[in-house]
Antibody
Framework: QVQLQESGPGLVKPSETLSLTCTVSGGSISNYYWSWIRQPPGKPLEWIGFVYYTGSTRYNPSLQSRVTISLDTSRNHFSLRLTSVTAADTAVYFC??????????????WGQGALVTVSS | EVVLTQSPGTLSLSPGQRATLSCRASQSVGNYLAWYQQRPGQAPSLLIYGASRRVTGIPDRFSGIGSGTDFTLTISRLEPEDFAMYFCQQYNNIPRTFGQGTKVEIK
């Protein structure tokens, strides 16, 4: 059973870069799609993007200019970087994945979520 | 992007009653539609994919139907643990999008 765990700073200053890591256990990252999704407090889920095990990526156009998702196969984890953050980026950030190949969605596995607050 | 509109926003029902949740897409997503349950403070949990396919281990009181732009999630008889938020998600188009959710609350 694949398990995902987000880690990273819970507080980021405006205009700085948000960085989170999702550690994968119970399975190899060298397969499937690996995704990030966020949920602002009291609001719906927003898809950020995914990285395929080959390294190819797709992002939400609304975030594309600021986001990078990457893989580290040696550490069996994948990462999210979001630059130039504002208060609107305050959210619980989830990493997620699909149990089967071929599609990045829907998401069978989710991390517990990491609350990131953007504030000075 | 595909906008998913869920209705109603809140459903107030009693245990044992039937819940009917709707998800409407702004354009056709085929049958690439999933439903999730989310309890407070937890990550979403996948219930239904492919519009009507139940995930292994999900009770058969949960069922999904629909294709194209109109989808429905039905909970035939509400159990206490079913009172939660429900989201639909389409995965036919990039960006993947989610509905705003329906809260099923105890009446």
């Amino acid at each position: 059973q694949v398990q995902l765990q987000e880690s990273g700073p819970g507080l980021v200053k405006p205009s700085e870069t948000l960085s989170l890591t999702c550690t994968v256990s119970g399975g190899s990252i060298s397969n499937y799609y690996w995704s990030w999704i966020r949920q602002p407090p009291g609001k719906p889920l927003e898809w950020i993007g995914f990285v395929y095990y080959t390294g190819s990526t797709r992002y939400n156009p609304s975030l594309q200019s600021r986001v990078t998702i990457s893989l580290d196969t040696s550490r069996n984890h994948f990462s999210l970087r979001l630059t130039s953050v504002t208060a609107a980026d305050t959210a619980v950030y989830f990493c997620a994945s699909r149990a089967y190949n071929g599609f990045d969605s829907p998401y069978d596995y989710w991390g517990q979520g990491a609350l990131v607050t953007v504030s000075s | 992007e595909v906008v998913l509109t869920q209705s109603p926003g809140t459903l107030s029902l009693s245990p044992g009653q039937r819940a009917t949740l709707s998800c409407r897409a702004s354009q056709s997503v085929g049958n690439y539609l999933a439903w999730y349950q989310q309890r407070p403070g937890q990550a979403p949990s996948l219930l239904i994919y492919g519009a009507s396919r139940r995930v292994t281990g999900i009770p058969d009181r949960f069922s999904g139907i629909g294709s194209g732009t109109d989808f429905t999630l039905t909970i035939s008889r509400l159990e206490p643990e079913d009172f939660a938020m429900y989201f639909c998600q389409q995965y036919n188009n990039i960006p993947r999008t989610f509905g705003q959710g329906t809260k099923v609350e105890i009446k």
